[in-house]
């Protein structure tokens, strides 16, 4: 089923583990955001993020979905990995193989977003339950 909707940032806390030149480093954030459209709740994300020459990043996460889908509760884990260049993040979603509870039982499949320096994000997932 293909699903489709917007999130939108509520908090990002990043901390700096290691500076590695005027430009290198490796971060990690805490992620806080707020989903609507097919599924509706609220998200939660560790990431890990490599800034590499100035305005490029590789990053990656988990993000732990707590909502409902069609009006049946449920949580969803999704590894999400992406890139930051030319002011855009790309980034491919998988849903991790079996961490889906009540609605996301079972459920597998992919998805992702592109967006820019904006706190709403419209995202798609193809999932199967």
């Known amino acids: ?3 489709s909707g917007t999130y939108t940032h509520l908090a990002w ?9 005027d430009q290198q480093k490796l971060s990690e954030a805490l992620v806080k ?23 490029t990043a590789q990053y990656h996460g988990f993000r732990l979905f707590n909502g409902t889908l069609k009006g049946e509760q449920g949580t969803l884990t999704i590894l ?16 991790v193989e079996g961490s889906g509870t009540g609605a996301f039982e ?6 992702g977003y592109e967006a820019g320096h904006t706190k709403q994000v419209d995202w798609h997932l ?3 339950r």
């Open 106 to 111: 079972g459920a597998t499949g992919s998805g």
């Open 80 to 95: 999400e990995t992406g890139t930051w260049a030319k002011d855009k993040a790309t980034t491919n979603w998988q849903i």
């Open 33 to 55: 955001e707020e989903f609507d459209g097919d599924l509706k709740g609220s998200a939660s994300i560790k990431m890990q993020i490599f800034y590499c020459e100035e305005g």
């Open 1 to 3: 089923m293909k699903l």
């Open 126 to 128: 193809e999932l199967t």
């Open 13 to 21: 806390d990043e901390t700096v583990v290691e500076q590695i030149n």
